[in-house]
């Protein structure tokens, strides 16, 4: 049990969720608010007087008006005191070099009658750039605590739990604009229905009470009668409110905020952008930050897979030396620590890509991507705001995909949807790393450029390059009539939070190996029951037909026992199934093992790896060739005598695993987003259909 629920509200960027990870620490969870679809983060925290508060982070919003499904939250959330989030006390989070804006915020909340105080953040930041705030002047005017603090250098957090404590009234002012000057007759019919006294309430329900679920089928009706009889346009006097807003705001910050450093205000990032954001510049200094990333990963991690490969190698050489021989040791070895092996591997390269996306994100420099990109968005029918999925796709679609929700066009939203899997999550990586070290030698070009790195970097760009010629297309096919905007702030560049960036590293690594590892040691055991079993006498008689040569001193025993474990496997129902499906992926270059990683796949496409790991464990293989890269590398067509890891199948395995909808997870989300299998399965269907087609097409040219 809670003593007190605090809402954190704010607008977009000002430091809002920094400050609900300040509050809160690692004592968090996310949900979904009730009957929707949104993230609810809440998170629990010790106030100065020792009560216990739960801290709801409520989606950022610009005002009260949604412009997007996440911010038509906010209001549902506050107008209805029975929602299982209604909070007993708003801290309104406002940027303080942002004052003026965030203010129209502050005073719509004020309105509704809710006790709330007023946390301005980056106060260190304004007073960098000579903004001076009369604190004790605005809390008079605005009748409610104002705080000063830093979220991110944790400065002011103890006054503000303080002011948190003795929060119990409402906005001692009278309202900031008086609401039945808008529109009286229908305010005073809407009060009367609804039973609140609250003007402005009132008002906000004439606005929004489409999206109200807790009024009574009755009540709507009535509200929609009061509406239309009245002549209530919504748009016209939200603009009526907006302006009275402001004009109000010009009172209450008057002598209140005194800028000394105009003339260097944000100095430093207008510098910055004018390079970083250059029509012409600006895309190759990204480019080159994507390759130093992609280099990186090649070449910071070597030492550490090595470790971890060297690790595992020898867990298992150990195992079969001190554990009795049998069926359970070879399960024990060969399917689960095999399997998991070969996730763990990949550990480091994971822990660096989300290390740059975070400082990247962290900085500001992500936004000023969105922001670069947005006319090329434009030119393939897409809005600016769905560069924020595509490039989210780079860690994982699922989360993406729910990113778009803040795309106010149906059209564009549903795009973005169908193509944000295309882009290359992280899932993909261990699959590009593994391939790449098979096909692409460890050298440089030009004594500068490492060819593996720059392999990587192109599977990313066509994945990115696929996402907007798809979108183009399907500019043409979905019809709809909306016409669609992007509105951005650009925050100013910061110093990364380097805690907050190894919290994320840790975070997503260990998400990586438990949620993935679930899949692929569920997988490995099923794969090495299916492997190390056979329908049948088929494996008697593989048996009886080596006995004589096992039994012959002068014959190569080892080699012998290679035969017999790869006739084995051959036969097994995993075999079985390898080979039925074979002849549809030989036209790609793949060989029946290869087909099994294929299907395991799509329950997770990290599973490639464990697979092919659990697969040739069974196998056998050469003792000299004990790591999964060895073998594979090793590995022979039985029908060709040829290597089964060639530069052209190399190739057309990482477009299949570029293009393909291999990801029960993102089919689920798509799923739940649009409310129909519809899009799924068209997405499922041409994703599918692309990998084969672009994996074929690479395969006979390059073969």
Not at 135 to 155: C, D, P, Y
Not at 542 to 562: F, G, V, W
Not at 613 to 638: C, F, H, P, Q, W
Not at 683 to 694: C, E, F, K, P
Request: proline fraction near 4%; charged fraction near 20%; include cysteine.
């Amino acid at each position: 049990m809670t003593d007190i629920k605090i809402a954190l509200v704010g607008n977009p960027n000002t430091g809002k969720s920094t400050l609900f990870n300040l509050l809160t620490g690692l004592n968090q969870k996310i949900g979904n608010f009730p009957g929707i679809t949104v993230d609810k983060k809440v998170g629990f925290c010790r106030l100065e007087s020792g009560r216990k508060a739960e801290v709801i982070d409520l989606p950022g919003t610009y005002s009260l008006y949604p412009k997007s499904k996440d911010e038509s939250i906010v209001f549902q959330v506050l107008a209805d005191p029975n929602n299982s989030s209604y909070p007993d006390v708003v801290v309104l989070v406002a940027d303080a070099t942002n004052l003026r804006r965030n203010l129209l915020l502050c005073t719509q909340v004020a309105d509704l009658g809710i006790p709330m105080l007023l946390v301005l953040n980056m106060s260190d930041l304004a007073q960098k750039v000579g903004i001076e705030i009369d604190v004790n002047k605005l809390s008079e005017r605005l009748g409610i605590q104002v705080v000063e603090m830093s979220a991110r250098s944790n400065m002011g957090l103890e006054k503000l739990k303080t002011a948190i404590d003795n929060t119990s009234k409402i906005c001692t002012q009278n309202s900031s604009v008086d609401a039945t000057l808008f529109a009286p007759e229908a305010i005073s019919g809407v009060k009367e229905i609804i039973k609140n006294e609250n003007s402005y309430y009132a008002l906000q329900v004439l606005h929004q009470h489409e999206y109200l679920t807790f009024f009574t089928p009755a009540q709507q009706e009535a509200i929609e009668h009061v509406e239309q009889s009245n002549g209530f346009v919504s748009s016209k006097i939200q603009g009526e409110e907006t302006l009275a807003r402001y004009r109000y705001l010009s009172t209450v910050l008057s002598n209140v905020i005194k800028d000394t450093g105009a003339s260097r205000k944000f100095k430093v990032t207008d510098r910055l952008d004018s390079i970083l954001t250059h029509k012409v510049w600006g895309l190759g200094i990204f480019l080159a930050i994507l390759f130093l990333i992609f280099n990186a990963i090649f070449a910071w991690s070597s030492y550490p897979m090595d470790m971890i490969e060297g690790a595992f190698t020898w867990v298992t050489e150990v195992g079969h030396s001190k554990l009795p021989a049998g069926m359970l040791t070879d399960l024990l070895l060969d399917g689960v620590v095999a399997g998991l092996g070969g996730i763990v591997i990949f550990v480091p390269q994971i822990a660096i890509l989300f290390a740059f996306i975070s400082i990247l994100e962290d900085t500001g420099y992500m936004a000023r991507v969105t922001f670069m990109m947005d006319k090329m968005m434009r030119k393939v029918g897409l809005s600016g705001k769905s560069v924020v999925p595509m490039i989210g796709g780079l860690a994982c679609a699922v989360p993406s995909i729910m990113a778009a929700r803040n795309i106010e066009s149906w059209k564009d939203r549903i795009i973005t949807i169908m193509v944000t899997p295309l882009v290359s999550c992280s899932a993909r990586l261990p699959v590009y790393i593994l391939i790449i070290s098979l096909i692409i030698p460890e050298e440089n070009v030009f004594g500068v450029f490492n060819k593996q790195g720059l392999a990587l970097m192109a599977m990313y760009l066509f994945g990115m390059l696929a996402a907007v010629l798809v979108a183009w297309v399907m500019k043409f096919i979905i019809k709809a009539k909306e016409r669609s905007y992007f509105i951005m702030e650009l925050p100013v560049y910061r110093m990364p939070r380097w805690k907050n960036v190894l919290y994320t590293v840790y975070e997503k690594s260990k998400t990586f190996i438990f949620e993935a590892g679930k899949v692929i040691i569920a997988i490995s055991i099923v794969l090495w029951v299916m492997a190390s079993f056979g329908p049948g006498d088929r494996f008697e008689r593989i048996e009886q037909k080596y006995k004589p040569a096992l039994n012959n001193p002068n014959q190569d025993q080892d080699h012998l026992q290679i035969l017999i474990s790869s006739e084995k496997l051959e036969n097994s129902y995993v075999g079985i199934l390898g080979h039925w499906i074979e002849p549809a992926i030989r036209p790609l270059g793949y060989d029946w093992k290869i087909g099994i990683a294929l299907i395991t796949s799509f329950a997770a496409r990290e599973a490639f790896v464990g697979t092919m790991a659990t697969i040739y464990s069974v196998d056998g293989g050469d003792e000299d060739t004990k790591t999964i890269r060895e073998r594979m590398l090793v590995s022979v067509n039985s029908k060709t005598g040829l290597p089964v890891y060639t530069f052209a199948t190399g190739i057309s395995l990482m477009l299949f695993y570029a293009f393909a909808m291999q990801c029960m997870s993102t089919v689920a989300v798509v799923y739940r987003e649009t409310k129909s299998w519809k899009w799924p399965l068209i997405q499922l269907g041409y994703m599918t259909a692309l990998a084969y087609v672009a994996s074929l097409v690479a395969y006979q040219l390059l073969s």
